[in-house]
């Protein structure tokens, strides 16, 4: 039995005539009627009863009537919110993000994504870079916004470079400085994040090149609370510039830090190996197309994704370069 035979047998019911039936199904009368007899066949009852008047569903056809009316409208509300779900003009898109982009970057993206399409859905989920890769791999998100760049079979779009300075409590000894190395952190107990975060590998990697081991006193995943651990005095940090004094009432002072390779890239990232969703592919094109206007030439994602927008349809409109605040 299949999901046309209900939508015929409603048909059926509603006309209570075979001949009336057949016509606004537009098949000949004989195959309704075999499409009737294989049906009560297939269920081991009979459905409608029949006499000189027509046909009229017993009780048992009006059971099976109801749990056609339930399949068909089930069915029917499927398609519709798929179709809602995949248009480019009103679907939804799946981002991640890292915690520490909810209060700078995400909220930009989205702002001026939403001034060329108003009405497409952006689910968002903030959790670390683990995690993120972890959702990305299970479909549960499309795109994220995270940091460092992942391996294996994602795409890549570079969103924001984050230089990383020396996050101190106010009232410091370093808190005047107008620059400070790694080694002017010895002895100081120092707050970061825990090992097996991407950030803390950058951390760990640029105290070993200095030759310096920190000691650590507080770990936690969230830059916001570090920076918080931080402004009431209980250690120091290496956060990016940019967060430093924002995260939470501006209680810690940044201090440029003097190290090679003292930075973030923040990106855009996607797996490769499957296709997005049309509105998740019109995301990740009009951020392709912003980066380029920042940059004032040409962009393209490192591992373009397998869906394009669909024809026929038109490209978010390109808006006029803009120059961004230096990070430094």
Known sequence: MQLE???????????????????VLEVPQPTLSRLLARVERELGVRLFERDARGVHPNPYGELVLAAARDLTGRHDQLVRDLADLLDPDSGTVRLAFLDSMATSLVPRLLHEFRAVAPRVRVVLTQEPNHEILRDLAAGTAEL????????????????????????????????????????????????????????RALVDELFAGAGVVPRVAFESVDLATIEGLVGSGLGVALLPEQLIGQLIGGRAVGVPLSAAGAERMVGLTWRTDRRPAPAAARFLAFLAEQAAADRAEPARPTSPPQAALPRGRPQPGRRSPRRTPPVS
């Open 5 to 23: 035979d209900l939508r015929k047998l409603l048909v059926l019911a509603e006309h209570e005539q075979v001949t009336d039936a057949a016509a």
């Open 144 to 199: 994220a916004v995270t940091s460092p760049r992942p391996s294996g079979p994602h795409g890549w779009l570079p969103l924001q470079r984050q230089r990383l300075a020396v996050a101190v409590p106010a009232g410091h000894r370093l808190a005047g400085r107008t620059r400070v190395r790694l080694r002017d952190l010895e002895g100081e107990e120092f707050v970061t994040v825990p090992p097996g975060f991407g950030f």
